[in-house]
């Protein structure tokens, strides 16, 4: 008998924290062995997994609601599976906690609208065929530069450079800023390593 996934609708089950909704995301990656690597850059051998983002043409990592009967890590692989149709082993480590403002509050002055993401690194053991959301969302596989160019916000950017970081000890660095990027201020709430690096008002994107 096969069983269908659905996905997870309404927000009755939504955590918050004073103004803040609290939202859970991860980027989706894998380790491709047997790359031809004559310089030695383990970052070549690092893929990330984007998924379209419905109505627009950018790329995107899965995030979404942190529901109140699930952990945070639980809820960021619900997402992987629901958005990307991936499932795998997060890691234990945070790449950061983030602030921003939803899409469709982003011009409203004060804290409505306001969430705060918590994003992990999903090591892929498995690619669905078929997964609940999949109208809405493609998946692409893309090496970390790739990524880094298509990346629209702030935030996905610094999210990055922590899983390549943490994965291979090397960020990514490019020269120029991505055209795709739009004017955002973000701040990062809180890194993996617990320090706390707040810069600015935030408003990109949930």
């Known amino acids: 008998m096969t069983t ?3 996905a ?8 918050y924290d004073n103004h803040f909704r609290l939202v859970a995301g991860c980027i989706p ?3 491709k062995q047997n790359v031809e690597n004559p310089t030695g850059d383990s970052l070549s051998k690092l893929e990330v997994l984007m998924i379209t983002s419905p109505n627009r043409h950018d790329l995107i990592f899965p995030k979404g609601g942190w529901d109140n009967d699930e952990t945070v890590d639980q809820a960021a692989r619900r997402e992987a599976l629901e958005e990307a149709g991936v499932q795998g082993t997060i890691h ?3 790449l950061g906690v983030w602030e921003f403002k939803s899409k469709s509050k982003q011009n409203l002055k004060g804290q409505e609208g306001a969430c705060r ?5 999903l090591e892929v053991t498995e690619e669905l065929k078929l997964w609940p ?10 090496n970390v530069w790739e990524a880094w160019k298509l990346c629209r916000y702030d935030w996905m950017r610094e999210a990055l450079n ?5 994965l291979t000890g090397k960020p990514v660095r490019l020269l120029t800023v991505p055209e795709i990027s739009e004017n955002t201020s ?9 320090t706390k690096c707040v810069d600015s008002a935030i408003n990109a994107l949930c």
């Open 186 to 194: 973000m701040f990062c709430l809180v890194k993996s390593s617990g």
């Open 4 to 6: 269908t996934l659905q």
């Open 133 to 142: 959301e999949q109208s809405s969302h493609d998946r692409q596989w893309l």
């Open 29 to 31: 990656y894998r380790l």
């Open 117 to 121: 993401g918590y994003i992990f690194a």
């Open 92 to 94: 234990d480590t945070l």
């Open 8 to 15: 997870r609708t309404g927000r009755e089950l939504q955590r």
């Open 162 to 166: 922590s899983i390549s970081v943490l």
